[in-house]
């Protein structure tokens, strides 16, 4: 019985990179051996155990054997003679599939450091087109290793294009899909992400709705880059250097899929494509069986990042409208969000970058004033609950009637 160092962690070690998870591969025992030694099995297509004191995770060496469709499609063999060799080689790319023994010695039997020097996404074997998930595994390392200067070998892009036209990427489960996009969301350049899934065919595949941006013009007085798919990648690149949550980098990924929908001739108008774009943020959502706190932020920034990009022009029944629409009140941390979000989206655009954005102050500031006007506020006289709340409309239209008229003497002055 051996036990081995594998993949993310040894790649990673060598690139610089800290805190990786660290999975190891025994070889040469059973499930029963594992067990008595008081490791817990956790896996449930093959042996795979925790650890009794860690809880890091062990797996039994293993070979497999393509023999359905999808990324399930898989049988398995671990019996005590698979060698780490042949483990390693049924791994996704070169990079991954490097182990160290107890020992420290490293072995490369693929020739991982090689591409980890060459800055290269390489794939093993050609077996590699027998899983589809494998294509968003490759996007997502671009993603990840991006600061890296890492680029997909032309050959593996090859192989990830065969796939995309094969039909396998549409046995992926929604939850797959979801896990490794929201992986790549959270990487310091989720746009490459978008950029390989593009190049191979499976952005139109997986995000047909998002693919279909890319040649979309727009007025160039607004957005100099003119197209709207480049649009939507500077954002996501603004928002990973702004350290952006999660959600917001999905929102924006989102956030003009109205604009695929514009006629011909109204370009490069894109005229109520907020609402329009509505209905599609929707149907990727529920496709991807995406989480409520993330399907709320995208719709909220579809559907209103044009009037929050108007703000400071807005009248007062204009802007308390916004704010209803967008539950600023009861939902202030997501209102922040969304904010954010339309900062990222204003400033997403060439030459824009570092362009300042008044209307996220602007509109908090409105929310905190707004926030002053409570039922407290209505004196408790005999009346329907109709007229209290016509009452304390009135009495909120008129904090925003001062707050708009503050501020516009405000600037002024300045």
Known sequence: MQTYLVGGAIRDRML?????????VVTGATPEQMQALGYKPVGRHFPVFLHPESKAEYALARTERKQGRGHQGFVFHTGADVTIEDDLIRRDLTINAMAEDAAGKLIDPYHGQQDLAARLLRHISPAFAEDPLR?????????KLAPFGFTVADETMQLMRQ????????????????????KALLTSAPQRFVEVLRSCGALAQLLPEVDALFGVPQVEKYHPEVDTGVHVLMTLQL???????????FALLLHDLGKALTPDEQLPQHHGHEISGVPLILAVCDRLKVPKKYRELAQLVGRWHLLVHRALELRAQT????????????????????????????????????????????????????NSVTY???DNKPGSGIFNQEVFRTLRLEKLKGFIENHRNKRTRQ
């Open 163 to 182: 796939i995309s036209t094969s039909g396998e990427l549409q046995t992926l489960s929604a939850e797959r899909v979801w896990q490794e996009l929201h």
């Open 135 to 143: 294509v968003l595994r490759v996007a997502r390392f671009a993603a």
């Open 319 to 370: 802007l308390l409208k916004l704010l209803e629409r967008c539950d600023a009140l009861r939902r202030p941390q997501r209102f922040a969000l969304l904010l954010q979000a339309c900062e990222m989206d204003k400033r997403g655009r060439l030459g824009l970058q570092t362009r300042p954005y008044p209307q996220r102050d602007y509109l908090l500031a409105a929310a905190t004033a707004l």
């Open 376 to 378: 407290e506020s209505i």
């Open 239 to 249: 928002a990973a250097e702004h350290n952006c949550a999660a959600e917001i980098r």
């Open 16 to 24: 610089g990179i800290g805190d990786s998870d660290r999975d190891y």
